[in-house]
């Protein structure tokens, strides 16, 4: 058990350019969450996969993100056209059974000159 | 919706000392879970406790220990022997059990002072 695995752990990039982060979730989990983290605020739920399946997405997931999880192993999040207000940690999660603990990950801190 | 509160934005605490951290949540269901989590300076979330909202019975965890109020929807952490390695921020959050998915409330920080 390796834990959950987010790459990269930090990202600098320019308002209006691509990014995407990669969530490797512990092996057996079928679930898996990704959150945004401002500093001094608590998570907040983006969306949601079981298996390969987004089953829900928060109104925060604006059209310029998009997540994916296929085969229902890793996942990845990108955000097109950053915009400064995107600066946050963004956490991944994964577990096996609901109502159990999630299992995070250190997170991808983005930073958007 | 449901909702949870944390109305201590900062706590702190003697080591040795025992400080409580308050949660107050909202919700219509009848079944769900409520967990603390740490999160210290490196940023890792780390869960404390966890609590299943048919079990009455309070949750236990070394020196960890809610107390747990359904019909008041209070749930408060209880940290005894308060050590300096207990200095984070700390989130009560609550899932359905439906999806799993944690909703957070806005944290407090704890700091434990030699």
């Known amino acids: 058990d390796t834990g959950v695995s987010q790459n990269p752990r930090h990202k600098i990039t320019k308002r209006g350019q691509n990014v995407t982060f990669r969530c490797d979730p512990i092996?057996?989990?079928?679930?898996l969450y990704w959150y945004r983290q401002t500093l001094g605020q608590g998570p907040e739920f983006l969306t949601y996969f079981q298996n390969e399946a987004q089953l829900e997405k928060s109104r925060l997931l604006s059209d310029r993100f998009s997540a994916e999880r296929p085969k229902g192993s890793f996942s990845t999040l990108e955000i097109q056209r950053t915009e400064q207000g995107d600066s946050a940690m963004y956490l991944c999660a994964s577990s096996l059974v609901r109502g159990e603990k999630l299992f995070f990950g250190s997170g991808t801190q983005l930073s958007v000159l | 919706a449901q909702t949870v509160t944390q109305s201590q934005p900062e706590m702190s605490v003697q080591e040795a000392e025992t400080v409580t951290l308050s949660c107050t949540y909202d919700?219509?269901?009848?079944?769900?879970?409520l967990f603390w989590y740490k999160q210290p300076p490196s940023r890792q979330m780390i869960l404390v406790i966890r609590?299943?909202?048919?079990?009455?019975q309070n949750a236990t965890e070394n020196r960890f220990s809610v107390n747990f109020q359904k019909a008041a929807k209070s749930f408060s952490l209880k940290i005894s022997d308060s050590q300096l390695g207990d200095t984070a921020m700390y989130f009560c959050?609550?899932?359905?059990?439906?999806?799993?998915?944690?909703?957070f409330g806005q944290g407090t920080t704890l700091q434990v002072k030699p």
């Open positions: 919700t219509s269901e009848n079944n769900y879970y």
């Open positions: 092996s057996e989990h079928n679930r």
């Open positions: 609590q299943e909202a048919y079990k009455q």
């Open positions: 959050a609550y899932s359905n059990g439906n999806t799993g998915k944690l909703i």
